[in-house]
């Protein structure tokens, strides 16, 4: 079991090897494949064992589909054992991934304090860890509030030991860190925003530096001497000093000059401003931070696995509260850049926060590729909905490395176009262009304000994550609330591009 640095992320479930399927009466789980089919998931068990098995399987109509599962309780040595099949589907699209979670969501407060996964049967690579991986995921909650929890909802499974061989449990450390990654994005968008605000936040990532990133933080004051008049102008009817966050790892040992630039936009709640959004639902504002929280959680990946890559992460991170010294609609700001923008709508913050520090970043690191992330607009989420976060490039090869990496880790992304025409939507009669266009396509013109602050010669990607990092569902890989969304894809595209 790996060491944790991360003081503030509660992993409750350990994950455990064996060479050999324990003796014991703990719940046990085996996966099945459409193709395998049940009868060589069943070898090693009693022909008692194996018969009620199949006639449980039969009666459900279960035929490895992924997610599905069979359940049994069987007599083990005077004690009652569950045993369960586990669908892995074709074992494509994350099947184990989500096998692995859907026992942990029916096994989490069970009673079962550990859970055997036995994939010996199955012939594919790393069966028992990527289905470890999913339970991981599925099992994370955050119960730091939860003061009055009946016994029967609290979670009481601690262990999951996998039945693998030394190679597979040599590779287990670079799931966990992803894994630590995901919990640590969640834990800050989960986090109530009397708890989490831009300090707090700052200090959340502090630890961090245990696993050896470089971290730095400009305030208020530095930010004022620079110029960033966008960013500070989010912030200014808050009592919350706004902070830049900078996040460094360089696992090249300096072979890699210029860095992944990787810019988060943290609003860490988003009342609106003084065009202040509607009561209703504006609890959920404390996601706002989500893209921040995608980027710290990468880099709490890409330093645990000590990817050898080089990557900057920075994050803006501001609360937009509408007092009597709030930005107004009319105002105008002047940027780093120094290209100026009328504010004509205070809740079309993340923009105005996010231009600033790409540039800062740009002028300070010369990045080839940069990627910012950001619950941007609403309108993606009536356009993609909660499948697909949206994609925006100025290079297409970057589009599809980025889009490649969404559907190899599951956090899947869909390309959206960019265009003069909708460029020209932005211009103001009286700065160099206004901070919103007309009703119709936002998250384009959303993504073609981001564009005017990238530099001549950097690819650049933006990606509009609003429907994907808080969810009112549960799925076969989280609870209800946060995902986690944006840390397996930058883990992976990183993996893919610049660890070669």
């Not at 993340?350 to 609403?378: F, K, S």
């Amino acid at each position: 079991m790996i060491s944790i640095p991360d003081r503030r992320i509660a992993i409750s479930i350990s994950v455990r090897f064996a060479s050999s399927r324990p003796d014991s009466p703990d719940a046990l789980v085996l996966p099945v494949s459409k193709k395998g089919g049940i009868d060589a998931a069943l070898d090693g068990l009693s022909e008692e064992v194996a018969a009620h098995l199949r006639r449980a399987a039969q009666a459900a109509r279960f035929n490895g589909d992924t997610a599905s599962i069979v359940e049994i309780v069987t007599d083990y040595d005077g004690e009652p054992r569950r045993v369960l099949l586990a669908g892995v589907g074709s074992g494509e699209d994350h099947g184990y991934e989500n096998a692995g979670g859907a026992v942990a969501a029916k096994l989490l407060t069970s009673g079962e304090k550990t859970m055997i996964i036995d994939a010996s049967s199955d012939s594919s690579t790393d069966t028992g860890s990527r289905m470890a991986y999913g339970a991981l995921q599925r099992g994370w909650r955050l119960d730091r509030y939860r003061t009055r929890q009946k016994a029967k909802a609290k979670p009481t499974l601690r262990t999951i030991t996998v039945v693998a061989d030394e190679d597979e449990a040599g590779r287990w450390a670079a799931h966990e860190h992803v894994f630590a990654g995901i919990a640590f994005a969640r834990e800050l968008v989960t986090e109530p925003p009397n708890i989490l605000y831009p300090k707090s936040f700052v200090e959340r990532c502090r630890p961090l530096e245990e696993l050896g990133v470089k971290i730095e933080v400009l305030g208020r004051d530095e930010m004022a001497e620079l110029g960033m008049g966008a960013l500070l102008g989010v912030a200014q009817g808050s009592v919350r000093e706004p902070q830049l966050l900078v996040m460094r790892w360089d696992g090249t040992d300096g072979e890699q000059n210029k860095p992944l630039a990787l810019v988060g936009k943290g609003v860490t709640f988003d009342t609106g401003g003084i065009s202040i959004k509607p009561g209703p639902g504006m609890e959920d504002m404390k996601f706002d931070m989500g893209g921040a929280g995608a980027v710290a959680g990468a880099m709490r990946a890409l330093a645990g696995r000590k990817a050898k890559a080089h990557v900057i992460g920075v994050c803006g991170l501001v609360e937009n509260m509408p007092d009597g010294n709030a930005q107004r609609p009319a105002d105008v700001v002047t940027t780093m850049s120094g290209q100026t923008v009328e504010v004509l709508n205070t809740d079309a913050e993340g923009r105005l926060v996010l231009c600033d520090a790409m540039h800062w970043v740009q002028e300070n690191y010369r990045p080839d590729v940069m990627i910012d992330l950001a619950t941007l607009t609403g309108a993606m989420i009536i356009a993609l909905g909660f499948e697909h976060g949206g994609c925006f490039a100025n290079d297409d090869g970057l589009a599809e490395q980025l889009l490649a990496a969404g559907t190899s880790s599951g956090d899947k992304l869909w390309r959206m176009p960019l265009g003069k025409a909708y460029d020209k939507l932005l211009d103001s009669p009286i700065a160099d262009m206004k901070n919103v266009g007309p009703r119709e396509a936002g998250s384009i013109t959303a993504a073609q304000y981001l564009q005017r602050f990238v530099q001549d010669g950097v690819k650049w990607a933006h990606l509009d994550i609003a429907g994907m990092v808080w969810m009112k569902s549960a799925s076969n890989l989280w609870d209800k609330g946060a995902t986690g969304f944006g840390v397996r894809l930058l883990d992976r595209f990183v993996a893919d591009n610049f660890e070669s």
